[in-house]
């Protein structure tokens, strides 16, 4: 692009305008992504088709459908790196960009993630543990897979299924026709219920040389199948299971000479951790590093996307909390009185269940355990969110 001054050996300009990354989407990890990258002196442009995106302020906006030719083809102009912020890109359109610009993570990670099955596969020939599942297309798979997996069982759509949509579980082996006639007619997979003790997330990321860091273990709370909770480090982890969680990301980035973040949702039972699913891309679960860590996972992936050398996964205190923000949460000005609150908001209008920011607490934090303990401001504010 004119006016962009020419790269250091890094990646980075010295002076002038920076490198433009493009990105496909624009929601909050968009925007997230852009506040992150703009301290580097990156600049962005964002393919989105809806109006007034959370990235609005951000950059600049072609409004188009994501497989939309010249949509594309805009986005992909003069950029350093294109990369998405959403994981149901259309493959097809990462292999159009691809032609015109770097795309990371690369366009396989999209395809591997965007089908529960080909996920699962994936996950078991990189000997990566999963719940035992089976493939559904019609009633007769379903009683069969029932009576293979035994109940209770979950089924979901193998597509487009996300914060717990297009998923039911069935407690009994005669239930199995309801679930049908809610999610039939689409490519299903039902998989065993995992007995798990807890979740946990592992957040890693992987530069354009194959530099790797993974973040601590996040351990996760999710209600009706959303992300309302996330604590680092994860209570008792130690280097085993940490060291667990790394080799599955790095199996996973390893096999699609994978760039940027990825993060892997985990099912604790005993020692064991099976994967559930990955997302190519940043990830709630990591919203946490924003204030907890010493390089978030927001400039990570764009370190990694524009070939810069990663930064520190390391914790910035002893941990943090992450709460998500849903709905229209109230008494958003009590929030943040509370000392070490860190609030993230996305400027989306609320809905019932709809994530319109999120709150970070650091232990420490500035109010001294000696003072308020971490447990105490959290309680606080998970007293106000509930109201
Ligand atoms: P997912 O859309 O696969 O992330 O599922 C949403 C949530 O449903 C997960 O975070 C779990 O709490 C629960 N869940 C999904 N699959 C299973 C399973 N096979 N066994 C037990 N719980 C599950």
Redesign the pocket.
Same mark, same amino acid.
């Given at each position: 692009m004119s006016g962009q001054a020419p790269p250091r050996s890094d990646g980075l300009p010295v002076s002038g305008r920076g490198p433009v990354v493009g990105i496909v989407g624009g929601g909050q990890l968009g925007r997230m992504l852009a506040l992150a990258g703009r301290p580097l002196g990156l600049r962005f442009r964002f393919l989105e088709p809806k109006d007034d995106p959370p990235v609005s302020e951000l950059g600049q906006v072609i409004q188009a459908p994501y497989d939309d030719r010249e949509g594309l083809q805009a986005l992909a102009e003069g950029v350093a790196a294109v990369t998405y912020e959403f994981e149901n890109v259309p493959v097809e359109s990462a292999r159009v960009l691809e032609q015109m610009a770097p795309v990371f993570p690369p366009p396989a990670a999209l395809a591997m993630a965007q089908d529960?099955l080909t996920e699962k596969e994936s996950f078991r020939r990189l000997g990566i543990e999963t719940?035992p599942y089976h493939p559904v297309d019609s009633l007769t798979d379903l009683r069969e897979a029932l009576k293979k997996l035994g109940a209770p069982?979950?089924l979901?759509t193998r597509r487009f +299924?996300?914060? +717990?949509? +297009?998923?039911v579980?069935i407690d009994s082996l005669e239930d199995g026709e309801e679930a049908w006639s809610e999610l039939g007619g689409r490519p299903l997979i039902l #998989?065993?219920?995992?007995?798990?003790e807890r979740?946990l997330s592992i957040v890693a990321v992987r530069g354009r040389d194959g530099e790797f860091r993974d973040y601590p273990l996040v351990e996760?709370d999710?209600r009706d199948?959303i992300?309302v909770r996330s604590r680092v480090p994860a209570r008792g982890v130690d280097e085993e299971l940490q060291s667990k969680a790394r080799r599955i990301s790095e199996a996973v980035m390893d096999e699609l000479d994978y760039v940027g973040v990825l993060a892997v #949702?985990l099912?604790q039972v005993g020692d064991a951790l099976l994967a559930?699913?990955m997302a190519p891309r940043v990830h709630n679960s990591g919203h946490w590093t924003q204030d907890g860590a010493w390089t978030c996972q927001f400039e990570n992936h764009l370190r990694a996307v524009i070939g810069l050398t990663l930064g520190s996964t390391g914790l910035r205190g002893e941990g943090a909390h992450m709460l998500n923000l849903l709905g229209d949460p109230p008494r958003r000005e009590r929030l943040a009185a509370i000392p070490g609150a860190a609030i993230h908001l996305y400027e989306k209008d609320p809905r019932p269940g709809r994530k319109v920011g999120h709150v970070n607490l650091i232990a420490g934090g500035g109010s001294g355990p000696a003072e308020r303990s971490l447990e105490d401001r959290l309680r606080e504010a998970i007293e106000l969110l509930d109201g």
């Open positions: 529960r719940a069982a979950v979901k +299924g996300y914060d +717990g949509k +297009g998923q579980v #998989e065993g219920f995992v007995p798990f979740e996760n999710h199948g992300l #949702e099912f559930n699913e």
